[in-house]
């Protein structure tokens, strides 16, 4: 049984930005070009099975694509507001850990223009039959796992996205960016400003093209990371997935064999993504890119040319209170506020008493602050009450507070 979707594929020859780095093309590859560049079929898969462990008690009874962002966005929403504003609309979502919360907010699709009669949103759930039964254990052996659904789905591309990073990209200059080079893959890279060793790090030539990949290296041999943005040649992903299938014990994560055999056997270049990125997948990223956003420095998520969408929620716009001190701060809708907010992120439905204090933290949906807290620091999860003082260390060493209000490590 496979998916019962039809094509409505990204129309690729309208857009022609600039590509970024590309290596030069034997004729099997300008073959390769002439063949794809009307109209090729893209499928996009959003990888949202993770269990999100980093973020700890964030993500015990959410999947991490679910959580909240900028007060009023989910995790998600990022990879699916890019996919719409690049047109491409066959988008499956690859499901495993707390299914449902990812569910609850996908709807059908309808925010993302994705409630389709042909085309649109499908969610895969967890296999539970005999082939390919039981969880994934790695995002390629996900795909893996999906390997024949893929084929008769016969796409002439395959875009894997992650769900846990915050960034701007149109995925059709990364199509041109693979078309023009005829690669096997190309990967999406960021030459990253912090620690590259929790990454997939690339060695890079003149021409773009991949000659060296290391994943999480203790030793980051460049500052250049794969932004878990991948394009693939189909046919590429599909006989490589088959291959590591007879000759490995399991395929784990892009970065265990996948990305690493195509480096090696096949043809890999990069597209340079410029401007802003982030791994939101820990605390200590959570919280830097939320204070990006109060400092100005962040992804505009309203950008009226390239919008962050979303389900929006029916709630009443926020009350601030006589005597409230805001300063630097994002309110989300349907939040009371008559205590002290500083440099911080608010979402719906957030409650802060007159004598409370909130500062550098972000608080997640409907929790409480009563008239004695302090929030310093610190990410509070959904539906907390707080009372007494939850501070961190500072942005670097953010405490995170849980539904029932304690401190985690």
Request: proline share 6%; no cysteine; net charge negative.
């Amino acid at each position: 049984m496979s998916p019962q979707h039809q094509p409505a594929p990204a129309d690729t020859t309208e857009h022609h930005a600039a590509p970024g780095h590309a290596p030069g093309r034997t004729g099997r590859q300008m073959h390769q070009h002439a063949q794809f560049r009307h109209r090729p079929r893209i499928l996009a898969i959003v990888l949202a099975g993770g269990a999100g462990g980093r973020l700890g008690a964030l993500t015990d009874h959410r999947a991490k694509p679910a959580m909240p962002l900028g007060g009023s966005f989910r995790l998600i929403d990022v990879a699916l507001s890019n996919l719409h504003h690049s047109g491409i609309s066959d988008v499956w979502i690859m499901e495993q850990y707390q299914p449902k919360t990812i569910n609850d907010h996908l709807r059908n699709g309808r925010p993302w223009d994705l409630d389709r009669t042909r085309g649109g949103l499908l969610v895969l759930p967890p296999f539970s039959g005999n082939e390919g039964a039981g969880f994934a254990d790695g995002n390629a052996d996900g795909l893996l796992r999906q390997a024949s659904f893929i084929r008769d789905f016969a796409p002439d591309l395959v875009l894997v996205l992650s769900s846990d990073h915050l960034y701007r990209l149109d995925y059709r200059d990364v199509v041109e960016t693979h078309l023009g080079s005829g690669a096997d893959l190309t990967m999406v890279t960021v030459d990253f400003d912090g620690d590259a060793s929790a990454h997939g790090v690339a060695t890079v030539d003149d021409d773009g093209r991949v000659t060296g990949f290391a994943y999480k290296p203790d030793e980051p041999p460049t500052s250049l990371v794969a932004a878990e943005i991948f394009l693939y040649t189909t046919a590429a992903l599909l006989d490589t997935l088959e291959l590591l299938q007879d000759t490995e014990d399991g395929l784990g994560d892009y970065g265990h064999h996948l990305v690493p055999h195509l480096v090696e056997r096949g043809t890999v270049v990069e597209h340079r993504l410029e401007g802003y990125w982030r791994d939101l997948g820990t605390p200590v990223n959570y919280l830097r890119a939320h204070l990006d956003l109060v400092d100005g420095t962040g992804l505009d998520l309203a950008d009226p040319q390239w919008p962050i969408l979303t389900e929006p929620p029916q709630l009443a716009p926020a009350f601030v209170g006589d005597g409230a001190v805001i300063a630097d701060a994002l309110i989300a809708p349907g939040s009371t506020i008559r205590g002290t907010v500083r440099r911080s992120v608010i979402g719906s439905g957030v409650t802060i008493e007159a004598g409370a204090v909130v500062e550098d933290s972000v608080l997640l949906n409907r929790v409480r602050v009563t008239a004695d807290g302090l929030v310093r620091h610190a990410i509070v999860d959904s539906d907390a009450v707080v009372s007494g003082r939850r501070e961190g260390a500072g942005p670097g060493e953010p405490a995170v507070v849980d539904r029932d209000g304690r401190m985690g490590d």
